[in-house]
Nanobody, 126 residues
Framework: VQLQASGGGMVQAGDSLSLSCAAS????????LGWFRQAPGKEREFVAG????????HYEDSLKGRFTISRDNAKNTVFLQMNSLKLEDTAVYYC????????????????????WGQGTLVTVSS
């Protein structure tokens, strides 16, 4: 199984950025997906998660309204659209996958995910 995150970069506060994570080696539609981030000196934290079909999503409370997670099962890809970026959004962003049944709640714990991408760095400057 491989998860390849991309799309990170350096942006200014207020800008938008879209991350992608392409998966291979798994039956993509059988997996719940999540995005996490880790800022310098901090623990890795949950950002957003999405169900197998994409019909359900869940966000860290403080990010609701600015971040949007989506997926394209035909392309084995999960996305994270980030708008109105703030300095505190600076972090390495990781995608993760967990095999789930269709009705499973969206996993928010790092330990619940089986597979991880390598991370992509997002730097927000003033």
């Amino acid at each position: 199984v491989q998860l390849q995150a991309s799309g990170g970069g350096m942006v200014q506060a207020g800008d938008s950025l879209s991350l992608s994570c392409a998966a291979s080696g798994l039956t993509f539609s059988m997996y719940g997906l999540g995005w996490f981030r880790q800022a310098p000196g901090k623990e890795r934290e949950f950002v957003a998660g999405i169900s197998r079909t994409g019909s359900r999503t869940h966000y860290e409370d403080s990010l609701k309204g600015r971040f949007t997670i989506s997926r394209d099962n035909a392309k084995n890809t999960v996305f994270l659209q980030m708008n109105s970026l703030k300095l505190e959004d600076t972090a390495v962003y990781y995608c993760a996958a967990k095999r789930v049944i269709n009705t499973a709640p969206i996993e928010t714990q790092r330990s619940g995910y089986s597979y991880w991408g390598q991370g992509t760095l997002v730097t927000v400057s003033s």
